[in-house]
């Protein structure tokens, strides 16, 4: 009897035990969930009513950890302020037609004041970040060949970057057949618009643009320099750099994988270290789809989409040297040999290898008219 009772208070105290270790797990689970939400909604806020930074610590159950959420220094307001010579009102602007889509928005031709302009519709409230950076950059970079910046038009659902219009961009003169004609009516000037004069005057245009982002006080990367962000006149005889939403002032804690796979440096894809002349890399593709007219690593791309296995031979292929195919069965003229000599030194592997931006418009210069 006394065997059989001891065994029921044993038992007893076990279910007791398995009881209080069922509540007790059910209430860390419950708290842990009641943290991240508070974290995540911390998060939210920064993000619509300023950029601060946070120190949010977990419930310490052990784990001894601090989560520190770091945003923008800039709040909405003084963003604000920083633009106000700037600001479009929404009334003033006419919207046309579309003029391309990316993951950012879309592009819109249309009307401020009575003039032609782009109106560039940032797509997600998550793209403040590169709404603000892009103002601020366009504000700061006054050059004949960046995009002229009008202004910036901000209302509770949408954001808008206001530019000059410039109808064309490089990629729809290179691959008018990817791209819908009824949107940019090409047929008129993709025949003549690339002649060599015209194609050395768009490399000339580009360097001139990164030369003067390159050489400032405090020295911009561009970040994603690639023929759909270099737009074109009507007789594209000018070209100027567009679309500075990843452009930041050179740094060491700059971010690395920012940008198109095609048009990456090796550094871009296995260090932590990115410089200007990892623009020049991207130059350099550039002016090999300028000479050649097809685009770079094509015999690596299934189906010429460019994008999942084809991205990986690619960064494959750039980290171990390669470069895209040069075809040996064309006839090239002297003064496009000193070009191609040149787009060969701008993708060298190490980075110190490549000239600087200021030194290849030196080198353009001497090169026979």
């Not at 989560?67 to 009102?89: G, N, Y």
């Given at each position: ?115 032609q ?16 950076n ?48 009824a ?6 000037v ?19 643009a ?9 020295p ?28 930041r ?52 791309r ?68």
């Amino acid at each position: 009897m006394i065997a059989d009772s001891l065994i029921k208070h044993l038992n007893l105290i076990v279910q007791i035990h398995a009881a209080v270790y069922e509540v007790s797990r059910f209430c860390f689970l419950l708290l842990y969930i009641v943290a991240y939400v508070t974290l995540t909604m911390m998060m939210k806020l920064s993000l619509r009513f300023g950029y601060k930074e946070y120190v949010a610590k977990m419930p310490d159950f052990g784990l001894q950890e601090s989560l520190i959420v770091k945003e923008l220094v800039v709040s909405r307001r003084s963003f604000k302020q920083d633009i106000e010579h700037f600001i479009i009102e929404s009334s003033d602007l006419t919207f046309q037609s579309r003029i391309s889509e990316g993951s950012y928005g879309v592009v819109f031709s249309g009307r401020y004041l009575g003039s032609q302009v782009a109106i560039k519709m940032m797509k997600r409230l998550e793209s403040d970040h590169e709404f603000e950076n892009e103002v601020k950059m366009l504000v700061e970079l006054r050059h004949p060949n960046v995009v002229l910046f009008m202004g910036a038009c901000i209302s509770n659902d949408y954001k808008y970057i206001v530019t000059e219009l410039m109808r064309y961009s490089l990629d729809k003169i290179l691959y008018p057949d990817e791209h819908e004609r009824a949107l940019h009516d090409l047929s008129s000037v993709i025949h003549k618009a690339l002649s060599v004069r015209k194609k050395i005057k768009i490399i000339k245009d580009i360097a001139s643009a990164l030369a003067f982002m390159n050489g400032r006080e405090a020295p911009i990367c561009h970040r994603d320099l690639k023929p759909s962000n270099i737009l074109l006149c009507d007789n594209c005889s000018i070209a100027k750099v567009c679309d500075f939403g990843s452009s930041r002032k050179i740094s060491n804690d700059m971010s690395r994988n920012i940008g198109t796979f095609t048009y990456m440096s090796p550094e871009m894809l296995t260090e932590s270290t990115y410089t200007e002349k990892s623009d020049v890399y991207s130059f350099a593709i550039i002016m090999y789809e300028l000479f050649f007219e097809i685009k770079p690593f094509h015999e690596l791309r299934s189906d010429g989409d460019g994008f999942g296995d084809s991205e990986f031979l690619i960064s494959v292929n750039v980290t171990k040297g390669n470069r895209p195919f040069i075809p040996e069965f064309l006839q090239i003229s002297e003064k496009e040999r000193l070009y191609l000599d040149l787009m060969q030194k701008c993708w060298a592997q190490n980075a110190d290898e490549r000239p600087s931006f200021s030194e290849i418009l030196s080198m353009i210069e001497l090169f026979p008219k």
